[in-house]
């Protein structure tokens, strides 16, 4: 499949039999490349200024297979189209880790399934997206797992790092991190102060080439560029001076309070809605969750770990001079969740 090893997804599929060239059917100019003014910019031309070409010798699909393929595709928007207007009736069933937990063994989204079991009806699951989609030569890990199981060892294992010890710890190395700031925060100042005047020399000799009249798309970007780090250089110079001022007088008791205060808030929230559950999530933790099956003496399901930081549940300039998400230990302390079975 084109770029690496991860299978066809099943969009690429659909663009692959949409396609009319794999038919034989070329199709030119579909796109305009410059706009009335000659400025280069890609547009959509109207249908009716196509043109289409017959060309045999380029199919790859036989007819009747491509007439069938149409057909299906045609049935299948019909049907969609048809369970999305049910869809607006029916209430909303949120999943708490969808989208916020992973698949260790492909990097694929953990997302949520429903099955039908026997005596219980229709319970969810959390199961692999690759696995599911493209198949077990791209992911071998087909393990569901009952919703309400892991999304409570995940509530369980964040309510613990969210322990006063641990926040003890935080406030520490923050305040380790702040000791060694100055020295850093000055060597790095001095090196923006010193790039910044080369920058903007080199953006008004951009603007006086242009206003010659050499205004090419390549002196058009090389000025875009030279903008964009201009800016990116005043706002970290902004900052480290901010932070510098912060830091000289900083409260390391209204640190701690804070982080308290705003720890139990947060605590007293988990798991009460899970809308608002997923937003402390992602606020807590740095990237996703790595959930890893795991089959040992008859036991079947989840080890998952993650990495968090106490830096979002400060207000204003203080988050940045929390301790970084690599400083958080434990992040997220490893546990196990088990595969629900047929009882």
């Not at 997206?129 to 198949?135: L, S």
């Not at 993650?306 to 690599?326: D, F, R």
Request: net charge positive; charged share 35%; proline share 5%.
């Amino acid at each position: 499949p084109p770029r690496g090893a991860r299978g066809w997804a099943p969009t690429a599929v659909r663009e692959i039999l949409r396609r009319p060239l794999y038919r034989r059917e070329l199709v030119w100019n579909r796109i305009r490349k410059r706009d009335q003014w000659g400025v280069k910019r890609y547009l959509d031309r109207p249908e009716g200024e196509w043109l289409r070409v017959d060309a045999p010798d380029l199919r790859i699909v036989p007819e009747p297979l491509g007439r069938a393929a149409q057909a299906r595709i045609a049935r299948a928007g019909e049907a969609r189209a048809a369970g999305e207007h049910q869809a607006l009736e029916r209430p909303h069933e949120p999943y708490l880790l969808s989208g916020i937990a992973k698949c260790a063994e492909c990097g694929g989204s953990l997302v949520a399934f429903t099955r039908d079991l026997k005596r219980r009806g229709r319970s969810r699951f959390y199961g692999c997206m690759y696995h599911h989609k493209r198949g077990t030569k791209v992911c071998r890990n087909g393990l569901l797992i009952r919703q309400e199981r892991l999304d409570r060892v995940v509530l369980d294992a964040i309510a613990e790092a969210l322990d006063e010890r641990i926040l003890e710890r935080a406030v520490e190395k923050a305040l380790a991190r702040l000791r060694k700031a100055p020295d850093d925060a000055r060597t790095r100042r001095a090196k923006i102060q010193a790039e910044l005047p080369l920058v903007q020399a080199r953006i008004r000799t951009l603007v006086e080439e242009i206003a010659r009249g050499y205004a090419t798309d390549t002196l058009r970007a090389q000025l875009q560029a030279e903008e964009r780090r201009k800016r990116d250089l005043e706002a970290e110079l902004e900052h480290l001076t901010g932070s510098r001022a912060t830091a000289a007088s900083l409260d390391v008791e209204r640190l701690r309070r804070e982080l308290r205060r705003q720890v139990a808030d947060v605590r007293g929230l988990l798991g009460r809605n899970v809308a608002q559950t997923r937003q402390i999530l992602r606020r807590l933790l740095v990237g996703r969750l790595a959930c890893e099956a795991f089959d040992e003496g008859g036991r079947r399901g989840y080890r998952f770990t993650g990495q968090g930081s106490y830096a979002e549940l400060l207000p204003g300039k203080l988050s940045t001079l929390v301790v970084t998400p690599a400083g958080f230990e434990p992040a997220i302390s490893t546990l196990k969740g088990s595969r629900p079975g047929p009882g």
